[in-house]
């Protein structure tokens, strides 16, 4: 890209397209450029939050509230606990509701893009239970087919309930599925300082549990046992194991730290625990190309 094509770039990009989305029965206001179809470069943008239709006017918008009976997200559901639920939605046969998903995770996201392929991931939609309908909170997404380590491209928790454990929610389910799949894996890099921030809490957990939950039948433990055990992969494992200072190498011989004292002190500052996904309600299979003859 040329220097010139940049400008023009930014140039486009720099005033929102959207000031603001009535999603449902919240009021949002929008933090980023997102590249919506001019007839809907509007001051305020209308969203039905179970099918994700848009609409430019409020007229519109209540005219499909009510003829709506769309009650959750399009795809199966494969998870269900209580008050929360995850559908895995396929982007390519889900390609409008996909789209506009990705359309609305531009408006709070400044690194996401929306030029992928659709087609090319599976989406994994996060939400809360409730008397009138299953309603959208978050979501990740994931790549079909992938040559990496990626369990997690993207992903998003709705701005009206940020700081109600639905981020490590997600990425719970990220790895639930990844030890499901017997494939260890990780996100795509690279992270946001915040993304790093979280998932280095949430891996910390996760690695200090093992160890914590060792009894006297194990008499030794591997990183490719943890990483069993967590579905992360072993250079995540080894990050933490080094940076919390558990790995000690004496006369170039290593071993663990499992002082149960040590272990309990860099939990208590690894940040509050998620909510964990319960393995014996997930309901789903590892996706499966199918070949063309």
């Known amino acids: 890209m040329t220097q010139k094509e ?13 000031e603001s989305i009535m999603f449902g029965r919240y009021w949002l206001e929008t933090w980023y450029f997102t590249p919506l179809p001019k007839e809907y470069h509007t ?41 929360i639920s995850f559908f895995e939605v396929d982007g390519s046969l889900q390609r409008v509701y996909c789209e506009n998903l990705s359309l609305i995770a531009r408006m709070f996201l400044d690194h996401k893009n929306v030029y992928n392929t659709i087609e090319a991931f599976l989406f ?7 008397d009138d309908g299953i309603h959208f909170v978050g979501y990740f997404s994931k790549e079909k087919i992938s040559t990496n380590t990626n369990n997690l491209s993207c992903i998003l928790v ?8 639905y981020g490590k929610v997600l990425i719970e389910m990220s790895y639930a ?12 890099r690279p992270l946001s300082d915040l993304g790093h921030r979280t998932y280095v809490s ?14 006297s039948e194990d008499k030794e433990i591997s990183i490719n046992i943890i990483s069993e055990r967590t ?16 790995l000690r190498n004496d006369r170039n011989v290593s071993s663990l730290n499992c002082d149960r004292a040590f272990l309990e002190g860099i939990l208590k500052y690894a940040g509050m625990p998620g909510r964990e996904i319960n393995m014996n309600e997930i309901r789903w ?9």
């Open 158 to 165: 709705m701005p009206f309930c940020q700081r109600s454990g």
């Open 285 to 293: 299979k590892p996706y499966k190309a199918i070949a063309l003859l």
């Open 231 to 246: 579905g992360m992969t072993t250079s995540d494992i080894m990050y933490i194991l080094t940076n919390q200072k558990i």
């Open 6 to 18: 940049v400008n023009e770039f930014i140039n486009q990009t720099k005033f929102k397209t959207v």
């Open 43 to 83: 001051k305020c943008l209308y969203i039905c939050d179970f099918c994700l239709y848009f609409c430019v006017h409020k007229k519109e918008f209540l005219r499909h509230s009510r003829k709506c009976m769309v009650r959750h997200p399009p795809g199966d559901e494969i998870y269900r606990d209580k008050d």
């Open 124 to 130: 994994y939609i996060l939400c809360e239970v409730k």
């Open 177 to 188: 599925l990844s030890m499901l799949e017997e494939k260890p894996g990780g996100p795509e």
């Open 202 to 215: 949430f891996w910390t957990r996760r690695v200090i549990k093992v160890l914590l939950d060792l009894d």
